[in-house]
């Protein structure tokens, strides 16, 4: 109950803040090769605003081609995920992952399940019939989020100026937690843009 | 060949010096050296040997144990493999459930009969260890984990282990199974028994061994005279920053002690090796020597001449020698019989020689006299010089052959032998027939025409015969007997035989005291001159002296030229008798007038002989006496048996100036021809023609044919012996030049020859008007 009125909040104070830059993250591995998936966050020293968060894309986890599409879907915090399978076998998705433990036994095609995600945190996903399924669901609580693209670069637009905190999550990153954590600056106007270098299992 | 002198050096000296001591210490030595030789080289061979498969089993556990540590991973690993798939222990996992982690891990690790099943998660944290970890070993191992740890050797605190490790995933990886067994001494010792050699397997971190053997090389370590073989073999280590090493090692020298009984028992049988070497080189130079032995004590019986065989029995190159020797012997037996029938036997005839001769009456003489008389029949061939001279030495060889033949022929069972030349000999009996009518037989036979190369010759012989035991005792006695007897026979007429008489014996030695008298008179003094005039009937004077000898013998007293000339010329002393006449007559006359010439006889023998004309030349210049008053007398006898060789001598003489005058003429072979073919200067007609002058008419008409004949080829005529006044008339009647004898002078002493040159001095020479 309190997120939601919190989510509410932020929602409405959107429109006071006028002073917000664009922070643009290209994130590259030890190697110097771009890194996809890597899920970006944004702390403002000053605050993250009081409404509600959401995000351009679906909070859906398909399974199809015995494999979680996408692999890694950010939500805001209390957001409800469905699971359907397209696959023809079945699947029994599961998390062991602290901020949202949970089964979903055994359901065929077409099937839809669905959680709701109460905590942020990483939540990674598997399906007790096929190990090799690996999939993972970022809770976030900050509408500052997003996720590099094949060319390892993320775009988080209109972002609090001032001081900030950037978290850099990849679930190969090694580092406790899988995330580093980077202080920038953001701009009140324009773009600020970081090349962060990573090491990766 | 040092060995063996090196051994002769250690040995006494007889023990080496025969062929089996040689033989058996050369091949003993061989054999030693064989023996050291296989020795070495097994041993170096072993010692290689059991290096290489020390290497090997090394080699073979390192890989065993790589298999067996394999196994033993992949066995934990599925294990906890199992476990980490496991959906409940991965939700224990996931929801850091402690207590049913170490339970499941508990349960599983009992079943499975580990020593160690433990988690480790991603912060660290160690679930199920039993024991204690620090918090650095702990990261240690997470981080190892994190790493990507899966298996191999894991230290942890004092212990180690096989550990393997299988990720939990949820599905991404929460943390770590780790499954694992103490990889302690027991474990070693199990893997140590895998091998067939104690090899000692040791793991340690490959920070505690040597760089070296780091390298995987194979490395020798010395412990206390201990040889070892030491290599490191790298294993999988569970922390790959700790790398772990199997360190294997073996006593080489403990190795090599197990061979040690075989090289023993080499030794042995090199040793016994040596010994039956050495014993079956004995015997095989025994076999060897005893040949050669046989062959030098048949060598030293040939030596003394017993011409001994010797039996070798085998085929090789000592059997060989064996013939080879005998064949040898047989033959130097044979060349010494051909050589000792040389001896005893005549070459040209095959007839028994001289030797052989005496051996025979040696023989003969030993054995006891019986009725039977035995003789030795000595004979020679007459004239047998003149075949020789006139028809070659092969044809007078051939005549001896077929003289021989005949000897051997009519002597039946007698003895023949050739004593050299033409002499030979018989031995016969009377058993047959008596001894004379043997000689005559021989004689008759020998006698035989026989044709020779061509020729037709008729031999003949003469026999002296002694009889043994009669005539001498002895061989040498006894042909010098039957030569005695022969001479008398050749002296009395060729062709007959003439038996010993002891008056032969006598007069020989008479002849021979005679000789060794007259060697004395030449020497003592013992010989004088007598000088006998030749008076020249024209100048009624004394023209010339006759030098004559005359023999004073101390106890004979004077002895006759007619005795003794014989037997100078017989020994060739009438040639230096001959020198000093010339030299003493030349000497004598040149104290006389100038007219008066000295006259020389000189004898056959004295005339042959070359050095003549020297003594002549010396003794006339010596005594400057001129040449041609010295007149040197010669006989009609030397053109008998070589005139041109005579006549060649005569003109010599005649060329050194010296008179030569023809002595006795009228006697002998007396022939015209020889006037002609040489101009004497003079012609001495024999006395006996001289005598016949009071007694035969026809005497004179000779003595004028030769005084005409004479003048009318300008030569002087002398006559000698004239004893009677008749005498001289008839000669100068004749126209004789000179007269000499007694009724003139008869020979006088050096000393009257003065008063004979005196005027007036001559015979009563009647004038005849």
């Given at each position: 109950?309190?997120?939601?009125?919190?989510?509410?909040?932020?929602?409405?104070?959107?429109?006071?803040?006028?002073?917000a830059g664009?922070?643009?993250?290209?994130?590259?591995?030890?190697?110097?090769?771009p890194?996809?998936?890597?899920v970006?966050?944004?702390?403002?020293?000053?605050?993250?605003?009081?409404?509600?968060?959401r995000?351009p894309?679906?909070?859906e986890?398909?399974q199809?081609?015995?494999?979680?599409?996408?692999?890694?879907?950010?939500v805001?915090?209390?957001?409800?995920?469905?699971?359907?399978?397209?696959?023809k076998?079945?699947?029994?998705?599961?998390?062991?992952?602290?901020?949202?433990?949970?089964e979903?036994?055994?359901?065929?095609?077409?099937?839809?399940?669905?959680?709701?995600?109460?905590?942020?945190?990483?939540?990674?996903?598997?399906?007790?019939?096929?190990?090799?399924?690996?999939?993972?669901?970022?809770?976030v609580?900050?509408?500052?989020?997003?996720?590099?693209?094949?060319?390892?670069?993320?775009?988080?637009p209109?972002?609090?100026?001032?001081?900030?905190r950037?978290?850099i999550?990849?679930?190969?990153l090694?580092?406790k937690?899988?995330?580093?954590?980077?202080?920038?600056?953001?701009?009140?106007?324009?773009?600020?843009?970081?090349?962060?270098?990573?090491?990766?299992? | 060949?040092?060995?063996?002198?090196?051994?002769?050096?250690?040995?006494?000296?007889?023990?080496?010096?025969?062929?089996?001591?040689?033989?058996?210490l050369?091949?003993?030595?061989?054999?030693a050296?064989?023996v050291?030789?296989?020795?070495?080289v097994a041993?170096?061979?072993?010692?290689?040997?059991?290096?290489?498969?020390?290497?090997?089993?090394?080699?073979?556990?390192?890989?065993?144990?790589?298999?067996?540590?394999?196994?033993r991973?992949?066995?934990?690993?599925?294990?906890?493999?199992?476990?980490?798939?496991?959906?409940?222990?991965?939700e224990?996992?996931?929801?850091?459930d402690?207590?049913?982690?170490a339970?499941?891990?508990?349960?599983?690790g009992?079943?499975?009969?580990l020593d160690?099943?433990?988690?480790?998660?991603?912060?660290?944290n160690?679930?199920?260890?039993?024991?204690?970890?620090?918090?650095?070993?702990?990261?240690?191992?997470?981080?190892?984990?994190?790493d990507?740890?899966?298996s191999?050797?894991?230290?942890?605190g004092?212990?180690?282990f096989?550990?393997?490790a299988?990720p939990?995933?949820?599905p991404?990886?929460i943390?770590?199974?780790?499954?694992?067994?103490?990889?302690?001494?027991?474990?070693?010792?199990?893997?140590?028994?895998?091998?067939?050699?104690?090899?000692?397997?040791?793991?340690l971190?490959?920070?505690?061994?040597?760089?070296?053997?780091?390298?995987?090389?194979?490395?020798?370590?010395?412990?206390q005279?201990?040889?070892?073989?030491?290599?490191?073999?790298?294993?999988a280590?569970?922390?790959?920053?700790?790398?772990?090493?199997?360190?294997?090692?073996?006593?080489?020298?403990r190795?090599?002690?197990?061979?040690?009984?075989?090289l023993?028992?080499?030794?042995?049988?090199?040793?016994?090796?040596?010994?039956?070497?050495?014993v079956?080189s004995w015997?095989?130079a025994?076999?060897?020597?005893?040949?050669?032995?046989?062959?030098?004590a048949?060598?030293?019986?040939v030596?003394?001449?017993?011409y001994?065989q010797v039996?070798?029995?085998?085929?090789?190159?000592?059997?060989?020698?064996?013939?080879?020797?005998?064949?040898?012997?047989?033959?130097?037996?044979?060349?010494?019989?051909?050589?000792?029938?040389?001896?005893?036997?005549?070459?040209l005839?095959?007839?028994?020689?001289?030797?052989?001769?005496?051996?025979?009456l040696?023989?003969?003489?030993?054995r006891?006299?019986?009725?039977?008389?035995?003789?030795?029949?000595?004979?020679?061939?007459?004239?047998?010089?003149?075949v020789?001279?006139?028809?070659?030495?092969?044809?007078?060889?051939?005549?001896?052959?077929?003289?021989?033949?005949?000897?051997?022929?009519?002597?039946g069972?007698?003895?023949?032998?050739?004593?050299?030349?033409d002499?030979?000999?018989?031995?016969?009996?009377?058993?047959d027939?008596?001894?004379?009518?043997?000689?005559?037989?021989?004689?008759?036979?020998?006698a035989?025409?026989?044709?020779?190369?061509?020729?037709?010759?008729?031999?003949?012989?003469?026999?002296?015969i002694?009889?043994?035991?009669?005539?001498?005792?002895?061989?040498?006695?006894?042909?010098?007997?039957?030569?005695?007897?022969?001479?008398?026979?050749?002296?009395g007429?060729r062709?007959?035989?003439?038996f010993?008489?002891?008056?032969?014996?006598?007069?020989?030695?008479?002849r021979?005291?005679m000789e060794?008298?007259?060697?004395?008179?030449?020497?003592?003094?013992?010989?004088?001159?007598?000088?006998?005039?030749?008076?020249?009937?024209?100048?009624?004077?004394?023209s010339?002296?006759?030098a004559?000898?005359?023999w004073?013998?101390?106890?004979r007293?004077?002895?006759?030229?007619v005795?003794f000339?014989?037997?100078a010329?017989?020994?060739?002393?009438?040639?230096?008798?001959g020198?000093?006449v010339?030299?003493?007559?030349?000497?004598?006359?040149?104290?006389?007038?100038?007219?008066?010439?000295?006259?020389?006889n000189?004898?056959?023998?004295q005339?042959?002989?070359p050095?003549?004309?020297?003594?002549?030349m010396?003794?006339?210049?010596?005594?400057?006496?001129?040449?041609?008053?010295?007149?040197?007398?010669?006989?009609?006898?030397?053109?008998?048996?070589?005139p041109?060789?005579?006549?060649?001598?005569?003109?010599s003489?005649?060329?050194?100036?010296?008179?030569?005058?023809?002595?006795d003429f009228?006697?002998?072979?007396?022939?015209?021809?020889?006037?002609?073919?040489f101009?004497?200067?003079?012609i001495?007609?024999?006395?006996?023609?001289i005598?016949?002058?009071?007694?035969?008419?026809?005497?004179?008409?000779?003595?004028?044919?030769?005084?005409?004949?004479?003048?009318?080829?300008?030569?002087?005529?002398?006559?000698e012996?004239v004893?009677?006044?008749?005498?001289?008339?008839i000669?100068?009647?004749?126209?004789?030049?000179?007269?000499q004898?007694?009724?003139?002078?008869?020979?006088?002493?050096?000393?009257?020859?003065?008063?004979?040159l005196?005027?007036?001095?001559?015979?009563?020479i009647r004038?005849?008007?």
């Amino acid at each position: 109950m309190r997120s939601l009125i919190l989510c509410a909040l932020s929602l409405c104070l959107v429109p006071i803040t006028a002073q917000a830059g664009t922070v643009a993250v290209h994130v590259v591995d030890a190697a110097g090769k771009p890194v996809s998936d890597a899920v970006i966050t944004i702390y403002p020293t000053a605050g993250v605003p009081k409404r509600p968060i959401r995000f351009p894309w679906t909070n859906e986890v398909m399974q199809k081609n015995i494999a979680f599409n996408p692999r890694t879907l950010i939500v805001p915090v209390g957001a409800t995920v469905a699971f359907p399978n397209q696959d023809k076998v079945r699947h029994h998705v599961y998390s062991f992952s602290k901020p949202a433990r949970f089964e979903l036994k055994l359901f065929g095609k077409d099937q839809t399940r669905s959680y709701t995600f109460t905590t942020p945190g990483a939540v990674a996903l598997g399906c007790n019939i096929h190990d090799q399924m690996s999939g993972f669901i970022k809770v976030v609580d900050t509408p500052f989020a997003g996720k590099t693209n094949g060319s390892g670069d993320a775009l988080i637009p209109a972002v609090t100026g001032g001081a900030a905190r950037v978290i850099i999550w990849h679930p190969a990153l090694r580092a406790k937690s899988n995330e580093i954590i980077v202080p920038v600056q953001v701009p009140d106007t324009g773009t600020l843009t970081r090349r962060l270098q990573i090491a990766t299992r | 060949m040092t060995l063996l002198s090196q051994i002769r050096l250690l040995l006494p000296a007889r023990l080496t010096s025969s062929l089996s001591a040689k033989l058996t210490l050369f091949y003993a030595a061989l054999f030693a050296a064989a023996v050291a030789l296989i020795l070495l080289v097994a041993k170096t061979g072993i010692s290689q040997y059991a290096e290489r498969m020390v290497a090997a089993e090394m080699v073979a556990d390192a890989k065993v144990f790589d298999r067996v540590a394999t196994m033993r991973y992949a066995q934990l690993g599925d294990a906890s493999q199992v476990l980490s798939s496991d959906f409940g222990f991965r939700e224990a996992v996931a929801t850091a459930d402690a207590p049913t982690i170490a339970s499941a891990l508990d349960s599983l690790g009992s079943r499975l009969h580990l020593d160690q099943a433990f988690l480790v998660d991603m912060d660290g944290n160690v679930i199920g260890f039993r024991g204690q970890l620090s918090a650095s070993e702990r990261e240690d191992l997470r981080q190892a984990l994190d790493d990507g740890a899966a298996s191999g050797v894991l230290r942890l605190g004092k212990m180690r282990f096989n550990a393997a490790a299988a990720p939990v995933k949820a599905p991404v990886t929460i943390g770590w199974v780790v499954f694992a067994n103490a990889l302690d001494a027991r474990e070693l010792a199990a893997l140590s028994k895998l091998s067939s050699i104690n090899l000692a397997p040791q793991i340690l971190p490959a920070k505690d061994v040597l760089t070296r053997q780091n390298t995987g090389a194979i490395t020798e370590e010395r412990v206390q005279g201990e040889r070892f073989l030491v290599q490191a073999f790298p294993i999988a280590s569970f922390r790959s920053d700790e790398p772990q090493v199997l360190l294997l090692r073996h006593s080489v020298t403990r190795a090599l002690a197990n061979y040690a009984p075989m090289l023993w028992l080499l030794l042995a049988c090199g040793l016994a090796g040596i010994v039956m070497a050495g014993v079956g080189s004995w015997l095989l130079a025994r076999r060897i020597a005893r040949p050669i032995i046989a062959l030098d004590a048949a060598a030293r019986r040939v030596a003394k001449g017993d011409y001994a065989q010797v039996q070798v029995e085998t085929n090789d190159e000592l059997g060989t020698l064996a013939d080879s020797f005998n064949r040898m012997v047989d033959d130097i037996g044979e060349r010494e019989r051909q050589i000792t029938h040389m001896a005893l036997h005549d070459g040209l005839t095959g007839l028994a020689n001289r030797m052989l001769l005496r051996e025979h009456l040696a023989m003969a003489l030993s054995r006891p006299a019986t009725d039977r008389r035995q003789a030795l029949l000595c004979l020679d061939l007459d004239n047998f010089k003149v075949v020789n001279d006139t028809l070659g030495h092969p044809t007078g060889d051939a005549l001896l052959c077929q003289v021989a033949e005949r000897l051997v022929a009519i002597a039946g069972e007698g003895f023949v032998a050739r004593l050299g030349g033409d002499e030979f000999a018989v031995v016969v009996d009377d058993q047959d027939r008596p001894l004379d009518r043997t000689a005559h037989d021989i004689i008759r036979a020998v006698a035989e025409p026989c044709m020779v190369n061509g020729h037709r010759i008729v031999p003949g012989t003469s026999i002296g015969i002694a009889l043994l035991h009669i005539d001498g005792d002895d061989a040498v006695t006894l042909v010098k007997h039957a030569d005695l007897a022969l001479y008398r026979a050749k002296h009395g007429g060729r062709g007959i035989f003439r038996f010993f008489e002891e008056a032969m014996d006598a007069e020989a030695r008479k002849r021979r005291q005679m000789e060794l008298d007259l060697h004395e008179a030449l020497s003592g003094g013992q010989l004088s001159l007598m000088f006998q005039p030749l008076f020249n009937l024209a100048e009624s004077r004394v023209s010339a002296f006759e030098a004559l000898l005359r023999w004073s013998h101390p106890k004979r007293g004077m002895i006759s030229p007619v005795d003794f000339i014989p037997l100078a010329e017989d020994t060739g002393l009438i040639v230096p008798i001959g020198e000093w006449v010339i030299r003493e007559a030349c000497r004598t006359a040149r104290h006389w007038p100038d007219h008066v010439r000295i006259a020389v006889n000189i004898s056959p023998v004295q005339f042959r002989n070359p050095g003549l004309n020297t003594v002549i030349m010396q003794a006339l210049a010596e005594t400057g006496l001129p040449p041609q008053r010295l007149e040197l007398e010669i006989t009609e006898s030397l053109f008998i048996d070589n005139p041109a060789t005579t006549l060649a001598s005569l003109h010599s003489l005649r060329a050194l100036g010296v008179r030569v005058a023809l002595d006795d003429f009228g006697t002998g072979y007396s022939s015209l021809s020889y006037l002609r073919s040489f101009p004497f200067d003079k012609i001495k007609i024999d006395r006996s023609f001289i005598m016949d002058l009071l007694s035969s008419d026809g005497a004179t008409a000779i003595i004028k044919s030769i005084t005409t004949l004479a003048e009318a080829l300008g030569m002087e005529t002398t006559a000698e012996g004239v004893e009677h006044a008749s005498q001289l008339d008839i000669l100068r009647e004749q126209g004789c030049n000179q007269i000499q004898g007694f009724y003139f002078s008869k020979p006088v002493s050096k000393a009257e020859v003065g008063g004979m040159l005196g005027a007036g001095w001559g015979p009563e020479i009647r004038k005849t008007g």
